[in-house]
C-alpha cells in the first residue's frame, strides 16, 4: 500500500538526526558558548558566521539568510525534495520508511537514468575484473602493485572488456539507450554505426560523488596504450573541479584526523587507504581548483600535500599550497624521497613509517616556499643572494603568526649572517606597502562575534514595532508561556505580514501540543523567507529571565502601531470619501501629522 509519510514518522526522524552531527558531514563546526560557527555552505565567506542550536535543533547564517532545520538543510545543501531529504535521513539511523505513492526526486529523468548507467557499469567491470577469465589480467595487475581484494571491493575496482559489444549489449538489457551512453561519455560513436567502450582493455576506478554513487571512471592502461590514464569526459554529474577521488569514503576520516592528505594518482590512495591512512583524497588528473579547495576548508584547517618528487609534482604543490593558503587553509608540504612516488613509499618502508618521515615532518608552507625559491637563484652570486633574500622576505610579511614569522626571521638571519632588526624593518616596509593588517590566528572567533554584531547593528536601524515584534516572537519561542498573554492582548494585530503568518503558526502549535518545538515550527511552513525568519528569531539573543515590563512594552509598542496605521487608513477614505473641499482638507491636515508622528516613532 503506499502511502504519505506520517508527521509523526518525520518528527521522528527529525529528531534522531542531530542536526549538528549531520551538518558537521559539510561544515567545520567549533562550538562557542552555547551554539556551533562555521563557514556557511551557501556563500563564499572567510568568516564563519553559519550558526547551528543543538537545543533548538536549526541553522541559520547571519551572512546569506539561509536557515531551517536539518531536513531543510539536505534540501538546500543536496537539491533534494522533501520525500529525498527524509528518506535519506531514515537511512542514516535506520528507519524503514512507507512507500509513497509517488517517488519524489530532484533529478530529471534522464540526469537518473545517467546515474543508474553507472551504477550498473560499476558493478560490471567490478564482475569481470573479479570473476571472469578476461579480466584476470587486470586483476593480475592490481596484485602485482599491491592492491589487496579487500581493497578492491571497497572501491568496486574493475576492468573493462576489450570487446565494447558485450558491454553494450549489457546495458541495453538494462533499458538504456545507446545515445545516453554517448552523451555520458560512456562510449564513443564510430563512423559505421559502431560503438566503443573508452574504457575498453582498462582497469577501472568508479569516481564517486560524496553521496558514494558513481557519476565517472578513471581508467588506467596497463599493456602499452596511450594514453596511460584516461577519464571520463565532463558531464551534468561530473565536472573534475568539485571532485576529489574518495571523498566519500575520506570525508568521516578527515574530520577526525582534522587534516586531510591530498596524493596526485589514485594508486596513491588506495595504498595509504589499505594502509589505514583513510584521510586521503586525489585530484582528478588535473591541478587543484578552487572549488576542490572550499570544499576541503568546509571540513578542516590543515591541508597536507603530498605530490611526487618529479619537477611537476613540486610545481604543482606550490600552486596547490598558493591557492589553499588564500582560502585561510594551514597548508604543509610532505616530501617523499625521489624516485618514488607516495604509493610505492608505503609499499616499501610501510605506513608506520610513512607518517613518521614523511608525513609528520611535512614542511610549513613558508619553510617549503623558501626551498622553492631556491632553484631561481644562484645563491654563489651576492646579487642573486640578496634578491632572494627579499623576495623570502616579502614573503614572510603576509605571516599572520607573530610566532612562526619570528621564527623564520631567526632562521634567515643565522642563515646570512643577517641583523634581524633588519630583516624586522624590511618586513613592516611589506606590510605598509601591501596595506596588511595583521591578526594573530587565534583571532579567528572574533570574526564570527563581528558578523554577528552587526547582524545586531542592522536590527537598530529597524522601525520600533518591527523590532518589537521580533523580540516578542523570539521570547515566545524560548518561553511558550507567553504565547496566551500575547494572544489576549493582541491576536494577530501584527504589523508585518510575515509576522502575522508566523503569530498563527505559534498559536495553532502551541494549541495543538501546548509546547514549541522550533525545528517542527520550521517544517510548518513552506516559504523559505518564513523558514528563514523563524531561524533568525529563535537564534537571536533575548534575556534569560523574563521581565515583565520588556513584555508590556512590546506589546503597547505593537499596539500603538496597529492603532495609528488602522485609524490613519480610516481617515485617508474618508478623506476620499469626503466631497466637501474644506472638510477634505482639514482630513489631509491630520494625516500628514499623524504621518509625521508615526515617522518620528520609527
Known amino acids: ?18 542536526i549538528v552531527g549531520v551538518i558537521e558531514e559539510y561544515v567545520q563546526l567549533k562550538r562557542q558558548g552555547k551554539n556551533f560557527f562555521g563557514l556557511c555552505p551557501f556563500h563564499d565567506e572567510k568568516s564563519p558566521s553559519f550558526s547551528v542550536t543543538k537545543e533548538k535543533q536549526i541553522f541559520h547564517c547571519f551572512g546569506c539568510g539561509k536557515g531551517g532545520n536539518v531536513i531543510n538543510f539536505l534540501m538546500e545543501i543536496e537539491t533534494f525534495t522533501f520525500i529525498e531529504a527524509v528518506t535519506y535521513l531514515a537511512n542514516r539511523v535506520g528507519i524503514t520508511l512507507p512507500e509513497t505513492r509517488k517517488r519524489q526526486t530532484s533529478l530529471s529523468e534522464e540526469t537518473s537514468s545517467l546515474l543508474s548507467a553507472y551504477d550498473w557499469l560499476t558493478k560490471y567491470y567490478y564482475h569481470l575484473l573479479k570473476y571472469s577469465e578476461e579480466g584476470k589480467i587486470g586483476l593480475d595487475y592490481f596484485t602485482k602493485r599491491g592492491i589487496k581484494e579487500e581493497t578492491i571491493d571497497q572501491f568496486q575496482l574493475g576492468f573493462a572488456p576489450t570487446n565494447s559489444e558485450f558491454t553494450m549489449e549489457f546495458l541495453k538489457k538494462k533499458g538504456f539507450h545507446q545515445q545516453l551512453l554517448v552523451k555520458a561519455g560512456l562510449f564513443a560513436a564510430r563512423s559505421n554505426d559502431e560503438y566503443v567502450d573508452v574504457f575498453r582493455g582498462r582497469v577501472t576506478f568508479p569516481i564517486k560523488n560524496h553521496l558514494g554513487r558513481t557519476v565517472a571512471f578513471g581508467g588506467r592502461a596497463f599493456q602499452g596504450e596511450e594514453p596511460k590514464y584516461l577519464n571520463s569526459p565532463e558531464h551534468e554529474l561530473f565536472q573534475k573541479g568539485n571532485l576529489l577521488f574518495n571523498f566519500n569514503l575520506a570525508k568521516n576520516h578527515i574530520r577526525k584526523e582534522n587534516e586531510v592528505i591530498i596524493f596526485e594518482g589514485y594508486m596513491d590512495v588506495l595504498a595509504a587507504y589499505q594502509a589505514g591512512i583513510k584521510n586521503t583524497v586525489a585530484t582528478l588528473g588535473t591541478a587543484l581548483s578552487s572549488n576542490q579547495a572550499k570544499l576541503l576548508k568546509r571540513y578542516i584547517d590543515t591541508v597536507i600535500l603530498c605530490y611526487d618528487a ?3 609534482g613540486i610545481n604543482a604543490s606550490y600552486q596547490a599550497a598558493n591557492l589553499l593558503q588564500q582560502i585561510g587553509c594551514e597548508v604543509r608540504i610532505a616530501h617523499v624521497q625521489e624516485n618514488m612516488d607516495p604509493d610505492d613509499y608505503i609499499k616499501t618502508f610501510g605506513s608506520e613509517q610513512f607518517k613518521q618521515q614523511v ?9 617549503f616556499y623558501m626551498k622553492y625559491k631556491k632553484r631561481d637563484y644562484n645563491l654563489s652570486v651576492d646579487s642573486e643572494r640578496i634578491a632572494y633574500i627579499e623576495t623570502i622576505v616579502q614573503q614572510l610579511a603576509s605571516i599572520e603568526s607573530t610566532i612562526e614569522r619570528e621564527y623564520y626571521v631567526k632562521e634567515i638571519a643565522d642563515e646570512f649572517n643577517l641583523s634581524t632588526d633588519i630583516i624586522h624593518h624590511d618586513i613592516e616596509k611589506y606590510k605598509k606597502r601591501n596595506n596588511h593588517h595583521f591578526k594573530d590566528k587565534s583571532s579567528k572567533n572574533s570574526n564570527t562575534i563581528s558578523n554577528v554584531n552587526n547582524y545586531h547593528k542592522r536590527m537598530m536601524l529597524l ?20 504565547i496566551e498573554k500575547v494572544q489576549q492582548k493582541l491576536g494577530v494585530s501584527f504589523n508585518i505580514d510575515e509576522h502575522k503568518i508566523i503569530l498563527t ?11 514549541i518545538d522550533v525545528s517542527e515550527l520550521v517544517d510548518k511552513v513552506t516559504d523559505p523567507e518564513l523558514k528563514r525568519i523563524i531561524t533568525e528569531l529563535a537564534i537571536m539573543p533575548t534575556n534569560e529571565t523574563i521581565i515583565e515590563q520588556e513584555i508590556n512594552d512590546y506589546i503597547n509598542i505593537i499596539q500603538t502601531e496597529a ?15 469626503e466631497k466637501n473641499p474644506i472638510l477634505a482638507a482639514q482630513i489631509g491636515l491630520e494625516i500628514i501629522d499623524i504621518e509625521k508622528q508615526l515617522k518620528h516613532m520609527k
Not at 608525513?359 to 619553510?367: E, G, L, P
Not at 522601525?463 to 507567553?482: D, T, V
Not at 492603532?563 to 470619501?577: C, D, G, H, P, V
Open 1 to 18: 500500500m503506499f502511502t504519505e509519510i506520517p508527521d509523526e514518522i518525520i518528527e521522528q526522524i527529525r529528531k534522531e538526526n542531530d
Open 310 to 312: 618529479d619537477n611537476a
Open 359 to 367: 608525513i609528520s615532518v611535512s614542511d610549513t608552507f613558508f619553510k
Open 463 to 482: 522601525p520600533a514595532y518591527r523590532n518589537a515584534e521580533k523580540l516578542l516572537l523570539a521570547h515566545m519561542l524560548r518561553h511558550p508561556y507567553l
Open 505 to 515: 503558526h505559534l498559536y495553532a502549535l502551541y494549541e495543538e501540543k501546548n509546547e
Open 563 to 577: 492603532t495609528e496605521i488602522t485609524y490613519l487608513r480610516a481617515l485617508k477614505q474618508k478623506q476620499k470619501e
